[in-house]
């Protein structure tokens, strides 16, 4: 599919926005085990938040405390000044697994979201129908999970997500599994429906030229156990952006740089303790 990625500068100021997310000096335990203490993370109404480190530091447990689906053993979340208290409806959430249900079809599973929250038929239906067109999946309708490509399913997965006009949206690498070109299509097409309609995002990812080029800002967290935040650095690059072609680019290769030369010693620290 071609991608038109119209060149123009459109850096918004992010400091007058409101904090959307908050989490304040959080720590999650699993028992005795702190995988992660005192976090403070705060992202604003419209930034793309992305949260490097080493595997098994922490990302998916924090990003489980922003969603509600886990409960810090101390410290808050807040989204939009109310404390998170459990699983929210106004978060839309990006996996890495497919998580769609491979006994509907792709419009039935777009459907779901407004199912849950007592959307009629019809209206649901036309949402669904227009989300789906929205990410490139015209015609696709009633196929089933096993007869899209793992582009085509992640699409469907994007459709869920923001089909219920989410306030914060969550992604765990969502892009991991995916071939390195199809990874950068998919990205393009995050960053192209973000732009529409800007929401608050955290994305958690261990692949730094990913977080560089979606993010705003980019934060780095130690190695586990007990990881926290060790550095954040603003993206100032304007947008949009074409996700392939900004890895050329003098800034986005000085920005690398810095940024690696904080998490490398923490990737090597986790290796030293689990290899
Ligand atoms: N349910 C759980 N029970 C016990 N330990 C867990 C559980 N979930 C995660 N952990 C541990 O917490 C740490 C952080 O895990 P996770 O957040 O999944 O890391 P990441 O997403 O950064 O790879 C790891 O050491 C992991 O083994
Ligand atoms: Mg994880």
Not at 26 to 48: K, R
Not at 148 to 158: E, T
Request: aromatic letters at 6%; charged letters at 25%.
């Amino acid at each position: 599919m071609a991608l038109a990625i119209v060149k123009e500068t459109t850096v918004q100021p992010r400091s007058a926005s409101k904090p959307m997310v908050c989490v304040d000096a959080v720590t999650m335990s699993f028992g005795d085990f702190v995988a992660v203490e005192n976090v403070d993370l705060t992202v604003a109404d419209g930034e793309f938040l992305t949260i490097v480190g080493p595997t098994g530091c922490g990302k998916s447990t924090i990003l489980n405390a922003v969603a509600g689906l886990l409960k810090p053993a101390s410290g808050t979340v807040s989204i939009d000044g109310a404390p998170v208290r459990g699983v929210r409806n106004d978060i839309g959430y990006l996996f890495q697994q497919d998580a769609l249900l491979p006994w509907k079809t792709a419009l039935e599973n777009v459907e779901l979201g407004p199912l849950f929250k007592g959307m009629g038929a019809a209206e649901r239906r036309e949402r669904a129908t227009t989300w789906l067109a929205k990410v490139g999946l015209k015609g696709f309708e009633d196929r089933y999970p096993h007869q899209l490509s793992g582009g085509q399913r992640k699409r469907v997965q994007m459709a869920q997500a923001l089909i219920s006009g989410p306030k914060v949206i969550l992604m765990d690498e969502p892009f991991s599994a995916l071939d390195i070109h199809t990874r950068h299509l998919m990205q393009n097409e995050l960053l192209r429906l973000w732009q529409e309609e800007r929401r608050a995002v955290v994305m958690i990812t261990h692949d730094l030229e990913e977080a560089i080029a979606l993010g705003d800002r980019v934060v780095v967290l130690a190695a586990g156990p007990r990881s926290r935040v060790i550095d954040s650095f603003p993206v100032a690059l304007e947008r949009p952006r074409d996700v392939a072609e900004i890895k050329l680019d003098q800034r986005f290769t000085d920005l690398y740089r810095n940024i690696w030369s904080s998490l490398r010693g923490e990737v090597e620290k986790s290796y030293e303790r689990h290899d």
